[in-house]
C-alpha cells in the first residue's frame, strides 16, 4: 500500500482508456506471485479495496477481473 496515489503528481499512472479510476488517496497494489512461474500486479487505481477475512489483509475486490498493471512478476532469491 501506497500512502498517495499512484500518479498523483504526474499522469504516468493513469487506468487504461476503458477502465474507470477510483477516487481512492492511496495505492493498493496486490501481486500474485507462484512459487515458480512468472507473477502478476493488480492495483486499486481501478478496483475496489477490501478486507479478505481468509487472509486477515487489505485485498483487491475481484482481483481476477481486474487489469494487469505489471506483469511477469517473478520472486528474487538470494
Request: glycine letters at 6%.
Amino acid at each position: 500500500m501506497t500512502e498517495r496515489r499512484l500518479g498523483a503528481w504526474n499522469d504516468l499512472w493513469k487506468p487504461a482508456a476503458n477502465a474507470t479510476a477510483t477516487n481512492y488517496e492511496f495505492t493498493v497494489i496486490e501481486l500474485h506471485v507462484p512459487a515458480k512461474l512468472d507473477g502478476e500486479g493488480k492495483t486499486s487505481l481501478t478496483g475496489k479495496v477490501t478486507v479478505d477475512p481468509a487472509t486477515k489483509s487489505i485485498a483487491l475486490d475481484g482481483y481476477a477481473t481486474l487489469p494487469v498493471v505489471f506483469k511477469a512478476v517473478k520472486r528474487r532469491t538470494n
